[in-house]
Nanobody
Framework: QVQLVESGGGLVQPGGSLRLSCEAS????????MKWYRQTPGKERELVAT????????NYADSVKGRFTISRDNGKNILYLQMKNLKPEDTAVYYC?????????WGQGTQVTVSS
C-alpha cells in the first residue's frame, strides 16, 4: 500500500516561511512525478507544484511562482515544498500526491495557516 505522510505545517505570520515534507514509502519514489496540492473548505483541491523524477521539469501555479520551491530527495524518498513570503490566501491543507497506474494516492495532509 502506497504511503505518503506530510509534515511541517503550522501557524505562521504573513511574510513568513515554512517547509513541508512528504515522506513516501512502498513504491519506487524515484520513478514518479510528484505533486503538491492544497485545499480550503468548500473549494476543490488546487495543484500547487509538480516535479518530475529527475527534478529537471518543475511547474508551479501562478499564485505561488517566485515564492514556493518544490524539490525532492530520491535517496531519502522525501518530497519538499519550501514556502516563502506566505500570504493569508496560502492558508490551506497541503497534500502530496502521486499517480501510479492511473490511481491517485494522497497523504493525510498538513494544515498551513497564515495569520497575524
Amino acid at each position: 500500500q502506497v504511503q505518503l505522510v506530510e509534515s511541517g505545517g503550522g501557524l505562521v505570520q504573513p511574510g513568513g516561511s515554512l517547509r513541508l515534507s512528504c515522506e513516501a514509502s512502498r513504491f519506487f519514489f524515484s520513478s514518479y512525478i510528484m505533486k503538491w496540492y492544497r485545499q480550503t473548505p468548500g473549494k476543490e483541491r488546487e495543484l500547487v507544484a509538480t516535479i518530475n523524477p529527475t527534478s529537471d521539469t518543475i511547474n508551479y501555479a501562478d499564485s505561488v511562482k517566485g515564492r514556493f520551491t518544490i524539490s525532492r530527495d530520491n535517496g531519502k524518498n522525501i518530497l519538499y515544498l519550501q514556502m516563502k513570503n506566505l500570504k493569508p490566501e496560502d492558508t490551506a491543507v497541503y497534500y502530496c500526491n502521486v499517480v501510479i497506474r492511473a490511481t491517485p494516492y494522497w497523504g493525510q495532509g498538513t494544515q498551513v495557516t497564515v495569520s497575524s
